[in-house]
């Protein structure tokens, strides 16, 4: 407690201009920036494996199930740094016992639980029904009873009924994709419907929330495939590079767009807030948004993915622009989270002066455990990959690394 | 005859009626005393009190502070708000426009300790103390957003947080626009001010009205016509702040300078 208010002191000496005395205390910390990002990379992914299943983009069809468990192991670890950043972690099933209707945030559980059950999860089990039931009858033992479990007991893998399963995953799918815009537009509204906060205030921020969160979800499939495929001495489909790398690129643009229409009709408009806002960009937020969110996450990967898209050059070359590209769109993403969680917190209510965020190393909201948030959705995922091998030429081999 | 009255009635009645009257005049009294021991066994001492008949608000006259902080001293002592300068229920700010126009505001310690007087006084244009708390607005966007509806509007208007049912999110402290909500560092509870609900429910005032030596503040009855924040309303022009953002707020202001905010 005391070296809590000995942080608080500290601050005080950085604040410029003035600010209302409970402000100094920054209130939404690096937890509540992973948590759009984690979101918008199951979004982003969710609608990438879409396009693969409903828009017949045959070209990503070695994605498609990469995406959906990629999908999952983020979704499963969105609401963790929420809940590690609760006052009371202990109350926090209130939120589904006893929601207030009226309140956006409460609406979360309901979204997260839809989306988690009734579209990645189903789908998962619908497209991986038939190997499940394929395995099983492979093995033996503890295993045997693992993939039959799995499977809910089911055998039949007659035509008919895998006929069945795809259509089940062309239906769920469906219903996927506005479940998805829902899902991260949602957690836009969360902060755009604040109209205490100019920053955040805009029917903008939803949109614009979703279209990041498509952009950070190809490229973080472009570099998984990429990887997965180097790891397993394979070459990347060039063909399945290309199509996301075009992807890519049209959403970057889209978005790029929406975000440079917000700035542009906010200093159109100039409200009461201008000033302090142009302020909060020149000074505390120039290097996460002009440097690092804007021009190296942004312009210079635009300006590569077109490049490399559209240039004769050879295609080793161009798979290593895509996935420079993508580093970089992640780390501007990542940045994106940033300058709207924690910017929007740098400056008062007052819109008189500029507060600070020390981001501590250690303890519950420090550096480590957001960097522990943001790992442990990969090893997840590389669980999820030993026990759901979603590679195409390995369909009809038993997994071997569920060994009993 | 049915009117006709004997001795040996009317004596029979006499001593009956004194009788009655007798045991009435002891015995009333200890039923009463009797039934008042139960009342008191089952019910606390205090009058009950009835949020439907109340409705407050509290006026600040702006020209009559003299920004000593006995307010939010008085404020973090009854409501054992913690001392360090980071958590306020209410507090003081100054404003000091230059001769230039520029906007200095400051409120060093919220005020508690008071101010030291400003570089140069001839350079002003004009100054004064705005005592700022939670405006427990009939519109409260607090309210609106918390996902488990701990902090909630009473009937008598005020806004109010359950701290044993709040679970820390800080979507409300996100959501107001005065920068009256701070997580309370050892409750892990969003905490704001209550208008002393202790003291007002039991016909006290609040200890940041009942402490200021310039009476600045008003508080009471919004709707009671003989009530002394009813007649400020009817005397003075009132503004809010951020009105623009259609909180309603219910604190009322007189003589409010155009650059509070």
């Given at each position: 407690m005391q070296a809590h208010f000995a942080e608080l002191a500290a601050l005080v000496g950085q604040i410029s201009g003035f600010i209302y005395?409970?402000?100094?205390?920054?209130?939404?910390?690096?937890?509540?920036?992973?948590?759009?990002y984690l979101t918008g990379l199951v979004a982003g992914a969710f609608i990438l494996a879409s396009l693969e299943k409903v828009f017949n983009v045959k070209e990503l069809q070695p994605t498609y199930r990469l995406a959906l468990l990629c999908a999952l192991s983020f979704l499963i670890v969105a609401p963790m740094p929420l809940q590690a950043h609760l006052g009371h972690p202990e109350r926090s099933l209130e939120m589904l016992m006893t929601p207030n209707p009226n309140s956006a945030m409460a609406m979360f559980g309901f979204v997260y639980l839809w989306y988690l059950l009734l579209v990645l999860l189903l789908e998962i089990w619908f497209d991986f029904r038939a190997d499940m039931v394929r395995w099983s009858q492979q093995s033996r033992g503890l295993k045997k009873f693992f993939y039959s479990a799995l499977a809910l007991g089911t055998t039949?893998?007659?035509?008919?009924?895998?006929?069945?399963?795809?259509?089940?995953?062309?239906?769920?799918?469906?219903?996927?994709?506005?479940?998805?815009?829902?899902?991260?537009?949602?957690?836009?509204?969360?902060?755009?419907?604040?109209?205490?906060?100019?920053?955040?205030?805009?029917?903008?921020?939803?949109?614009?929330?979703?279209?990041?969160?498509?952009?950070?979800?190809?490229?973080?499939?472009?570099l998984i495939y990429y990887i997965s495929s180097l790891i397993r001495g394979q070459q990347p489909k060039m063909p399945c590079m290309d199509k996301l790398a075009s992807f890519l690129l049209y959403a970057l643009i889209l978005d790029f767009s929406l975000e440079s229409l917000d700035f542009i009709h906010r200093l159109y408009e100039s409200e009461e807030s201008i000033h302090i806002l142009s302020e909060l960009i020149v000074s505390k937020l120039f290097l996460s948004l002009t440097i690092v969110q804007i021009m190296l996450g942004t312009i210079l990967p635009l300006l590569m993915?077109?490049?490399?898209?559209?240039?004769?050059?050879?295609?080793?070359?161009?798979?290593?622009?895509?996935?420079?590209?993508?580093?970089?769109?992640?780390?501007?993403?990542?940045?994106?989270?940033?300058?709207?969680?924690?910017?929007?917190?740098?400056?008062?209510?007052?819109?008189?002066?500029?507060?600070?965020?020390?981001?501590?190393?250690?303890g519950q909201e420090g550096l480590l455990a957001a960097i522990g948030f943001l790992i442990l959705p990969f090893l997840i995922f590389l669980l999820l990959i030993k026990i759901l091998p979603p590679w195409e030429d390995e369909k009809e081999t038993v997994p071997a690394a569920i060994e009993a | 005859m049915a009117d006709k009255i004997n001795r040996r009635d009317f004596v029979r009645k006499v001593v009956e009626g004194t009788a009655s009257a007798v045991m009435l005049t002891v015995c009333g009294p200890m039923r009463s005393l009797a039934n008042a021991s139960e009342e008191a066994a089952t019910e606390p001492s205090a009058p009950a009190y009835d949020a439907t008949q109340h409705y407050?608000?509290?006026?600040?006259?702006?020209?009559?502070?003299?920004?000593?902080?006995?307010?939010?001293?008085?404020?973090?002592?009854?409501?054992n708000v913690p001392r360090e300068p980071f958590y306020f229920r209410t507090w003081v700010e100054r404003y000091v426009i230059d001769a230039e126009r520029e906007v200095h505001v400051d409120s060093p310690g919220g005020g508690l300790h008071g101010f030291s007087p400003p570089a140069a006084e001839e350079d002003i244009l004009r100054s004064f103390f705005v005592p700022k708390l939670c405006n427990h607005c009939d519109h409260p966007p607090c309210v609106q957003v918390c996902p488990v509806g701990a902090t909630f509007k009473t009937q008598d208007g005020v806004v109010l947080v359950d701290q044993d049912y709040c679970v820390g999110c800080r979507y409300c402290i996100q959501a107001c626009p005065y920068g009256a909500r701070y997580l309370h560092p050892e409750k892990h509870a969003a905490d704001k001010c209550t208008f002393c609900y202790q003291r007002i429910t039991k016909g006290m005032l609040p200890a940041c009205v009942e402490v200021c030596p310039t009476q600045t503040r008003v508080f009471g009855e919004i709707n009671g016509i003989s009530s002394p924040l009813h007649r400020l309303m009817k005397m003075e022009e009132i503004q809010v702040l951020k009105p623009e953002l259609n909180t309603e707020p219910k604190v009322l202001y007189t003589k409010l300078d155009g650059e509070v905010r």
């Open positions: 005395p409970n402000e100094i205390e920054l209130q939404w910390s690096i937890l509540i920036v992973i948590y759009p039949d893998i007659s035509d008919e009924a895998v006929a069945f399963d795809h259509k089940a995953v062309y239906t769920i799918t469906l219903v996927g994709i506005p479940s998805a815009f829902i899902l991260h537009g949602y957690v836009g509204f969360i902060f755009g419907s604040i109209k205490a906060n100019p920053w955040w205030s805009s029917v903008l921020i939803p949109i614009v929330f979703l279209f990041s969160a498509i952009v950070s979800g190809i490229a973080m499939i472009l993915l077109a490049f490399g898209r559209y240039s004769r050059l050879p295609a080793e070359l161009k798979r290593i622009i895509y996935v420079i590209s993508a580093m970089l769109i992640q780390v501007g993403i990542f940045s994106t989270r940033w300058n709207v969680v924690i910017g929007g917190q740098l400056f008062s209510k007052s819109l008189r002066g500029l507060t600070a965020y020390k981001l501590e190393m250690g | 407050y608000g509290m006026g600040v006259q702006i020209d009559r502070c003299i920004g000593c902080g006995k307010c939010a001293d008085a404020c973090k002592s009854e409501n």
